[in-house]
């Protein structure tokens, strides 16, 4: 994966003094984009030396092929060399997320978030799909369900802020057998439970908890005491 810390390994067997150095076509120079030495002097010694090629995070891009080589001489020019090719995993991609309703009360609404047409290549099957929400910052965002092979989720959600007319985003991160990750987004406005005769919005968005953490007990969820807990907090706390 393209997030991924990259450590390419070889080994050179050597009866005498010998330079080894590795290079790529597709990095050039290769030592600006390694983090270890690409260029070794190697001791004669009975065994192989190994010598390792480090390339960090975000250095290599999704969907292409890198090609690194190994090569190794004795101060006479006698060179032997090597190399391999490496194909960086391509996230899923092509697909959308959809929210049905796009408006309900917080806690007593059930919403569906649904994922369409993602595709990847067959060997990076199968997808997983997770569910979160967030009101402002992306950064804080409340889980919903964990990564699962089901695209669909049926939850409750938070109500959203005021200053955004209640509209928050629900996310969907799509992950392939490898670990790639894609993200879709789709709005929603989720309005606060509102105070009736018989019962204040606190105690209704708690009679809702109640229920949905009795039901989660009773089928055995936890998805659906995580969703119980991560849409009642918006609520309660605001």
């Given at each position: 994966?393209?997030?991924?810390?990259?450590?390419?390994?070889?080994?050179?067997?050597?009866?005498?003094?010998?330079?080894?150095?590795?290079?790529?076509?597709?990095?050039?120079?290769?030592?600006?984009?390694?983090l270890s030495p690409v260029h070794y002097v190697l001791r004669p010694k009975a065994n192989a030396s190994v010598v390792q090629l480090s390339i960090g995070p975000g250095i290599l891009f999704a969907g292409l092929n890198y090609v690194f080589s190994l090569s190794s001489s004795y101060a006479n020019?006698?060179?032997?060399?090597?190399?391999?090719?490496?194909?960086?995993?391509?996230?899923?991609?092509?697909?959308?997320?959809?929210?049905?309703?796009?408006?309900?009360?917080?806690?007593?609404?059930?919403?569906?978030?649904?994922?369409?047409?993602?595709?990847?290549?067959?060997?990076?099957?199968?997808?997983?799909?997770?569910?979160?929400?967030?009101?402002?910052?992306?950064?804080?965002?409340?889980?919903?369900?964990?990564?699962?092979?089901?695209?669909?989720?049926?939850?409750?959600?938070?109500?959203?802020?005021?200053?955004?007319?209640?509209?928050?985003?629900?996310?969907a991160n799509v992950s392939d057998a490898f670990g790639a990750v894609a993200t879709a987004t789709a709005n929603a406005t989720v309005s606060p439970v509102q105070s009736t005769f018989a019962a204040t919005a606190t105690t209704i968005v708690i009679d809702a908890t109640n229920e949905l953490l009795s039901t989660a007990e009773i089928l055995g969820n936890p998805d659906l005491t995580v969703q119980a807990l991560s849409t009642s907090i918006r609520s309660i706390n605001t």
């Open positions: 994966n393209p997030t991924d810390k990259i450590v390419v390994t070889g080994s050179v067997l050597a009866s005498q003094r010998a330079a080894a150095r590795w290079n790529s076509s597709e990095l050039v120079p290769l030592s600006s984009y390694s020019n006698i060179v032997a060399s090597a190399a391999m090719s490496l194909s960086i995993n391509q996230p899923p991609s092509g697909g959308v997320m959809v929210v049905n309703p796009l408006q309900g009360i917080a806690v007593t609404t059930m919403f569906t978030l649904s994922n369409w047409l993602w595709t990847d290549n067959p060997g990076d099957l199968p997808l997983s799909y997770s569910f979160a929400y967030f009101v402002s910052d992306p950064s804080v965002a409340y889980v919903l369900r964990g990564s699962q092979a089901n695209p669909i989720l049926t939850t409750p959600l938070g109500q959203g802020l005021r200053g955004n007319n209640f509209m928050l985003t629900c996310v």
